[in-house]
T-cell receptor, first 114, second 113 residues
Framework: SQQGEEDPQALSIQEGENATMNCSYK?????LQWYRQNSGRGLVHLIL?????REKHSGRLRVTLDTSKKSSSLLITASRAADTASYFC??????????????FGQGTTLQVKP | NAGVMQNPRHLVRRRGQEARLRCSPM?????VYWYRQLPEEGLKFMVY????????ESGMPKERFSAEFPKEGPSILRIQQVVRGDSAAYFC???????????FGPGTRLTVL
């Protein structure tokens, strides 16, 4: 079954506001990654957080990981219209060896209104 | 350094025909992954290959689907006798080693009439 579940499924905010997306997963993981997908395009890697890390920052992005709750959140601060996209969390399950296959959530569709 | 290349970008096939999707990984990457994305859904893992070897094909349908990554040339995802349910976007990703970030291609959008 799909590893990740994300909420909300859709989020609409005004430019300048912060956007928070959540991801839950079911089994233990090696790492969790967030990707962005613009409509009709491929995925762009945003950030990777390892199972022994709790928080990570990259520019306007902040990712947290709570392995006890099997959940992660992605915060985009000071959003821009260009942030409009779908955002996916993906996990590399523990014990998958070094295959590194990603298990994706259903995604959150973010719309940032100018 | 060019990114991951996929071709064709769009492919239309009639039921019963064969579809061949190609993926050239980033230079220096020997790990290739294929994923399928149905409309309004997330990506689902299909197969993981290293040069000349299939490492994990647990996401591949048992019939009609095959993948290869020869010593020379691109990785190929082959779908025989396509059906309408095969219509989807197929993404290839490459990585210098397994377990870390993957670099995705633009995808091939397959439409089966």
């Amino acid at each position: 079954s799909q590893q990740g579940e994300e909420d909300p499924q859709a989020l609409s905010i005004q430019e300048g506001e912060n956007a928070t997306m959540n991801c839950s997963y079911k089994t233990s993981i090696n790492n969790l990654q967030w990707y962005r997908q613009n409509s009709g395009r491929g995925l762009v890697h945003l950030i990777l957080i390892r199972s022994n890390e709790r928080e990570k920052h990259s520019g306007r992005l902040r990712v947290t990981l709570d392995t006890s709750k099997k959940s992660s959140s992605l915060l985009i601060t000071a959003s821009r219209a260009a942030d409009t996209a779908s955002y996916f969390c993906a996990t590399v399950p523990h014990g998958s060896g070094n295959t590194g296959k990603l298990i994706f959530g259903q995604g959150t569709t973010l719309q940032v209104k100018p | 350094n060019a990114g991951v290349m996929q071709n064709p970008r769009h492919l239309v096939r009639r039921r019963g025909q064969e579809a061949r999707l190609r993926c050239s990984p980033m230079k220096g990457h020997s790990h290739v992954y294929w994923y399928r994305q149905l409309p309004e859904e997330g990506l689902k893992f299909m197969v993981y290959l290293q040069k000349e070897n299939i490492i994990d094909e647990s996401g591949m349908p048992k019939e009609r689907f095959s993948a290869e990554f020869p010593k020379e040339g691109p990785s190929i995802l082959r779908i025989q006798q396509v059906v309408r349910g095969d219509s989807a976007a197929y993404f290839c990703a490459s990585s210098p080693q397994g377990g870390n970030e993957q670099f995705f291609g633009p995808g091939t959008r397959l439409t089966v009439l």
